[in-house]
């Protein structure tokens, strides 16, 4: 179980949390002029790397906010985190 | 051909030869050759895929001039981590017919590769806890039925009758109403098929390469002309990548980005104990799934962790969650102990299904995303791909796996029927 260190409430138990995937994905602009190909790389296409890793997670059993994590997806180590909105979490 | 002495026929009698000689004089399963400087087809992975490919490539398509590349030992990913179900029974046409195909090409897999696979038809149940599992079973069992695929609905009692250390009394945390049984379905041995596989693929001329990982995918003009590997380059007319939760870092390396999510799966046998579980019982909605294996240990499978994860290991709460379902269905094994508990690495599409077909790169082939189901699926995936590859166009059964269907919409979505099962 990972040991994830909420920016608001400190370290807790990784089944407090909700893990939502890879962070910084961007929803393309105006829907008419977005292609098939742009909105399918928006919905469905993920980076999925080996090695450090930018994810959003969700204090759902906590204080029910969401923030950064940077984590290793091959060893699980936790790099930092970020609040989201912070310089560093944009966009 | 490089010389491959004939494969020696495994037999009653060839068991007996070897008896008198100690079992000193069998014939390695397959050779371990220096890779060749080119080859006609490469092929990403020495797992069941990737070896049923190879192998139907030679058979079906008589191209014989094929390598297999894997980065560590035969069957050292999924396909040596996995609870072994093998069913066919899923919800749309085009799964159901896909996975079928499999399962036809599973009852005569040990004959055909003379490999004893130890295919074992002993049914699967999939239990429904409340009213709406019980119609979604109803749905599911009538799609099978008329997909000619064979389906039948249980009651409580004959779930019971069935699987008598079940708890289906009323008063259970998790009330059994009924279950769904494919008869044909079952269990098989995971080695065996790898390593059944690799023997047959190289009887026809298949080199396999072990402790070979690839590094890096050649293009030039928009087509592939080999591999990087750390043991050399190696040129290929074609490639194709078979690398299950290594998907989407293959597909970085030839530029392409897929649509998967790779994650810890983890699954926990028990010590043997004498035979009490003769079917094969899966429940979604309790992430719980468990059959017996031949030498008695208990075989239980839990569910993905929600994070993506590299590792080939789990979180403990995931299998604690699991013990803890397993225990309020089957109260009497409380007190069996586990012998060991591992994880493999999952490629999980968003719509549950797998990614079978041609790439936007000339001469490269991808076959990925089956996520936590696809053991059951390996003579089929290999005999799909095989085609896929030797005549550049996809096998009907196939055709609908495509990668475009993310830009066309044309999602499969099979997660009722495998969101979280096996
Ligand atoms: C715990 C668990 C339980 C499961 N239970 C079931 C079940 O009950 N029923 C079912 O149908 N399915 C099940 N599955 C899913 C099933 O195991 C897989 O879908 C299937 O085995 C995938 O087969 P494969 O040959 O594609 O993958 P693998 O066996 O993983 O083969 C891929 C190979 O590619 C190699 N590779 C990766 N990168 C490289 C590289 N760069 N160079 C060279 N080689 C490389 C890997 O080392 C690996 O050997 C389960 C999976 C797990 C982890
Ligand atoms: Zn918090």
Redesign the pocket.
């Known amino acids: 179980m990972l040991l994830i260190p909420c920016p608001w409430c400190g370290p807790r138990a990784e089944s407090e949390f909700a893990c939502g995937g890879e962070a910084g994905i961007v929803r393309p602009g105006a829907p008419d002029a977005v292609s098939d190909a742009e909105w399918a790389d928006y919905l469905f296409m993920r980076t999925n790397h080996r090695g450090l890793h930018r994810e959003q997670w969700w204090h759902a059993h906590g204080c029910r906010r969401w923030f950064i994590v940077r984590r290793d997806t091959v060893t699980c180590r936790i790099d930092g985190v970020e609040k989201m909105g912070s310089a560093g979490a944009a966009p | 051909m490089q010389g491959a002495p004939a494969m020696q026929r495994y037999s009653i009698f060839s068991l007996l030869r070897n008896a008198l000689s100690h079992h000193e004089r069998w014939q390695a399963a397959w050779r371990s050759p220096e890779p060749r400087p080119a080859y006609d087809v490469v092929i ?9 490919t190879a192998y139907y490539l030679a058979r079906e398509h008589g191209i014989t001039n094929v390598a297999v ?19 066919s029974n899923y919800l749309w046409d085009e799964a159901a017919h896909l996975y079928e195909l499999s399962l036809k090409l599973w009852e005569g897999l040990s004959q055909d590769i003379n490999y004893n696979v130890m295919f074992s038809q002993r049914g699967v149940l999939n239990l429904g806890h409340s009213l709406q599992d019980m119609r979604d079973i109803h749905r599911r069992v009538n799609a099978n039925r008329l997909q000619g695929i064979d389906a039948e609905v249980l009651n409580a009692a004959q779930v019971k009758a069935m699987v008598p250390i079940l708890n289906t009394s009323p008063g259970a945390r998790y009330p059994v109403l009924g279950a769904s049984l494919q008869r044909r379905g079952g ?1 098989a041995r ?1 080695d065996a098929v ?1 390593w059944g596989f690799a023997r047959a693929a190289d009887a026809r001329g298949v080199d396999i390469i072990q402790n ?4 890096g995918i050649r293009r030039e003009n928009g087509r592939v002309v080999g591999v990087e ?1 750390s043991r050399g380059y190696i040129g290929a007319g074609k490639v194709g990548v ?5 998907s989407s ?2 597909a970085a390396m030839a530029g392409l980005r897929l649509p998967l999510e790779s994650h ?4 926990l046998v028990s010590e043997p104990m004498k035979p009490v579980i003769h079917t094969v019982i899966m429940s979604n909605a309790v992430h719980g ?1 468990i059959s017996q294996s031949d030498k008695g240990d208990l075989v239980i ?2 569910g993905i962790d929600q994070y993506a994860g590299y590792g080939q290991r789990g979180s403990f709460h995931v299998i604690e969650g699991t013990l803890a379902a397993i225990v309020e269905l089957f109260p009497s094994l409380s007190r069996v102990r586990m012998n060991r508990q ?6 999980i599409c968003p719509d549950a299904c797998p990614i079978l077909g041609k790439t936007p790169v000339r001469g490269l082939y991808f ?2 995303g ?9 003579p089929g ?1 290999g005999f799909v791909f095989a085609h896929t590859i030797a005549r550049d166009e996809p096998h009907p059964q196939n055709a609908a796996f495509s990668l475009e269907r993310f830009t066309s919409g044309y999602l499969i979505d099979e997660h009722g029927a495998a969101g979280v099962a ?1």
């Open positions: 990403v992975g020495g797992g069941g895929h990737g070896l049923a590349l894997e980065q560590g030992w035969l069957g050292g990913g999924n396909t040596g981590r996995n609870t072994t179900i093998v069913r269990v995971h790898a070979c990982a690839v590094t590997t078979v690398a299950a939760g290594n870092v293959l810890p799966l983890q699954a799934y499978g839990a591992w994880g493999g690495i999952v490629d076959n990925c089956w996520g936590t189901g696809g053991f059951k699926a390996t995936s096996h």
